[in-house]
Each structure stands twice: as C-alpha cells, then as structure tokens.
C-alpha cells in the first residue's frame, strides 16, 4: 500500500510539470546552477522542491564528505544542482543530491556536469521520490558502474548503503552494533547514521574536534588502515617495518601527508624512503589523531 501511495504521488508531481522534450546536448545546454531538473531519453523531469530538513541532511552530508576530501585531498564532493550524464547506452541525465569524485576521476568533470557514473552517488529520500530512488535510479547507478550509493530517508530514519560488487551488481553494506556505516570507496570515512535524525544536527565541526567521540582518531585509523593493507598487498610480509611506523602515526596531518607519498612507491625501497622523507619534512606536529 505504501509503494502504491508513493507511486501515485510520483505520478501526481509528473502531471503538474508541463512537457518537454530536447536532445541531451539542448538540455545539457538549457539547464543552469539554478535549475533542478533530470534528462529521462528525451523528456525533461522538473524536479519538486526539497523540504527544509531534506536541505538539512544534505548540507550537513555534503560538509562532513567535504571536510574529509579535503583534507585527505581524496577527491572531490558536489551537490545538487549539478547533473550526471550516465553513459550514452542509459540515456539518462540525473541530479543526485551528492556525489563524490576520486582525485583520478577529476578529469571527467566538466564545466556544468559529470560524464558517467561518481563514486558515491547520495540521493536524500523524499515521499514523491523514493520509489524512483529505489528501483529506477538503483537500477541506472548499477549499471552506470557506480562504485557506492547511499540511500537517505530522513522521514523513515533509514538510510541503506549498496556497493558495487565485482560482478557488476550493488550488495548491500551492514552497519556496525553501533548504527555506523564504513566507506570502502572513500577509504577512511565513515559515518555515524543516528546523526543524521537529530534535530538539530550535529555541527560538523564538532565532530571533527571532539576526540572524546573518538571520531578523529577513527578516522586516522581507517586511514592507516588502507595504507597498511596497500603494503600488504603491493609489498607482502617484508614491508612489516613500514606498516609499523605508519600505525603509530598519530597526528592526521603527517598522516596524510605520509599516505600521499606511500601510494606512488613502486618499489619497497621507495617505500621507506618516502615515508622517512615524508617524516623528515613534517617534524613536531603534537595534534592526536
């Protein structure tokens, strides 16, 4: 009864919106930073109006993913109004609410939208959009090759997490006792979903600084960890010293800094010279990770 109801409210907001159609390149074309609108082949969606916590959830999102883009300097975060152009086969043009692109696929953002599937996709549930959120969109972001979506539904407190298997398909990703999802596409972040029913949320800078949460240092945690599992991987047992060092690297910016220099090492001698360099150039940095 509830998939019909919001079918029908779907349906409802469509009949409002007058028609239009244009090929992709007129409506890639016509659309601006002020127009909320989707490419579905050939027709033209006109999105609703988000609701105020809908607003809020993204704004609060899109500051959390962007904080930690930065200063892991892992890519970049954007949110609506901004459209992806799926491949050409999909003949769609979506405005998910966020996206995260790696640093390796900057090149493919362009002046006003994105050229095949981000690497997280984040589209906040609403009454008139969920059907649409969990079985078109769900369908077109696997097969674009989409590497995580979210799903965020603030009215149900329900947020959903699929990552793209090797088979091409999205499988869903538990969250731990503790409510807290792990990004395996944005190494290292992770996100706590209690924060995002709270009314208010919670201030972004809050959660960055208060290490009595221990969010800063899981955060450096999973940070060592990618690090220390690319050793393993690219080194094997041999590359135990480094793995060491890098685990008792405490302070977020050294981190960084380190990781930064580690993940172009081709060889294991590479490998330590950059990290002893990397130490070298960054003496005396206190802040606990």
């Given at each position: 009864?509830?998939?019909?109801?919001?079918?029908?409210?779907?349906?409802?907001?469509?009949?409002?919106?007058?028609?239009?159609?244009?090929?992709?390149?007129?409506?890639?074309?016509?659309?601006?930073?002020?127009?909320?609108?989707?490419?579905?082949?050939?027709?033209?969606?006109?999105?609703?109006?988000?609701?105020?916590?809908?607003?809020?959830?993204?704004?609060?999102?899109?500051?959390?993913?962007?904080?930690?883009?930065?200063?892991?300097?892992?890519?970049?975060?954007?949110?609506?109004?901004?459209?992806?152009?799926?491949?050409?086969?999909?003949?769609?043009?979506?405005?998910?609410?966020?996206?995260?692109?790696?640093?390796?696929?900057?090149?493919?953002?362009?002046k006003a939208f994105f050229e095949g599937g981000p690497d997280v996709v984040v589209e906040i549930v609403s009454p008139d959009s969920r059907t649409r959120d969990?079985?078109?969109?769900?369908?077109?972001?696997?097969?674009?090759?989409?590497?995580?979506?979210?799903?965020?539904?603030?009215?149900?407190?329900?947020?959903?997490?699929?990552?793209?298997?090797?088979?091409?398909?999205?499988?869903?990703?538990?969250?731990d006792a503790q409510g807290i999802f792990r990004s395996k596409t944005l190494p290292g972040f992770w996100l706590n979903t209690g924060w995002l029913w709270q009314?208010?949320?919670?201030?972004?800078?809050?959660?960055?600084?208060?290490?009595?949460?221990?969010?800063?240092?899981?955060?450096g945690q999973g940070k060592r960890d990618a690090a220390r599992q690319f050793l393993a991987i690219r080194f094997g047992r041999q590359s135990a010293d480094i793995?060491?060092?890098?685990?008792?690297?405490?302070?977020?910016?050294?981190?960084?800094?380190?990781?930064?220099?580690?993940?172009?090492?081709?060889?294991?001698?590479?490998?330590?010279?950059?990290?002893?360099?990397?130490?070298?150039?960054?003496?005396?940095?206190?802040?606990?990770?």
């Open positions: 009864m509830d998939e019909l109801r919001e079918t029908a409210a779907e349906y409802a907001a469509a009949q409002d919106q007058p028609s239009l159609r244009m090929t992709v390149e007129e409506f890639l074309e016509w659309g601006d930073e002020d127009t909320w609108a989707e490419w579905v082949d050939g027709e033209v969606i006109v999105l609703s109006p988000a609701t105020t916590f809908h607003q809020k959830v993204k704004i609060f999102l899109v500051e959390l993913m962007g904080v930690f883009a930065r200063r892991y300097q892992s890519g970049d975060v954007l949110d609506a109004p901004f459209a992806v152009r799926l491949p050409e086969r999909l003949r769609r043009v979506r405005e998910p609410d966020i996206i995260f692109v790696r640093r390796e696929q900057v090149s493919r953002l362009k969990r079985r078109d969109k769900y369908g077109e972001y696997e097969a674009a090759e989409v590497g995580e979506y979210w799903l965020i539904d603030p009215e149900r407190r329900k947020a959903e997490f699929f990552r793209l298997g090797a088979d091409g398909r999205f499988y869903p990703e538990t969250l009314d208010p949320l919670p201030a972004v800078e809050d959660i960055y600084v208060q290490d009595s949460a221990g969010y800063g240092r899981l955060y793995q060491e060092i890098v685990n008792d690297l405490t302070d977020l910016d050294t981190l960084n800094y380190v990781v930064q220099e580690l993940f172009s090492a081709a060889t294991l001698q590479d490998a330590r010279n950059m990290v002893q360099e990397a130490l070298r150039r960054r003496p005396g940095l206190k802040n606990d990770g």
